[in-house]
């Protein structure tokens, strides 16, 4: 069982940034590839960002490649990501989640998953 926990989220002004964190429990934080994902009012679930637990390989979703940056550090069994220029779109829920496979970029892939934090960005 792992339990993940987000923070970092807030409101900032487009073109901002800012830099989320995903703190988990548990001694078995590099088993899991780690990801992100958010869901904005109205509309369902979408995949963000993850980081495999292998070879740390990066995957994003078109609309954040250039822009939000996923990172993760196993000695504190955190997750990251980063977000730069962020734009009034990126509005919404961010939850990060935790797979027990290499690539996981379906929203049915993960096994774990944060209460959410809420990025409101302005015009």
């Known amino acids: 069982q792992v339990q993940l926990v987000e923070s970092g989220g807030g409101l900032v002004q487009a073109g901002g940034s800012l830099r989320l964190s995903c703190a988990a429990s548990g001694r078995t934080f590099g088993y899991y590839t780690m990801g992100w994902f958010r869901q904005a009012p109205g509309k369902e679930r979408e995949f963000v960002a993850c980081?495999?637990?292998?070879?740390?390989?990066?995957y994003y979703a078109d609309s954040v490649k250039g822009r939000f940056t996923i990172s993760r550090d196993n000695a504190k069994n955190t997750a990251y990501l980063q977000m730069n220029s962020l734009r009034p779109e990126d509005t919404a829920v961010y939850y990060c989640?935790?797979?027990?496979?290499?690539?996981?970029?379906?929203?049915?892939?993960?096994?774990?998953w944060g209460q959410g934090t809420q990025v409101t960005v302005s015009s």
């Open positions: 980081i495999s637990r292998t070879r740390y390989s990066t």
């Open positions: 989640a935790a797979a027990g496979r290499d690539l996981a970029l379906k929203y049915d892939e993960y096994l774990y």
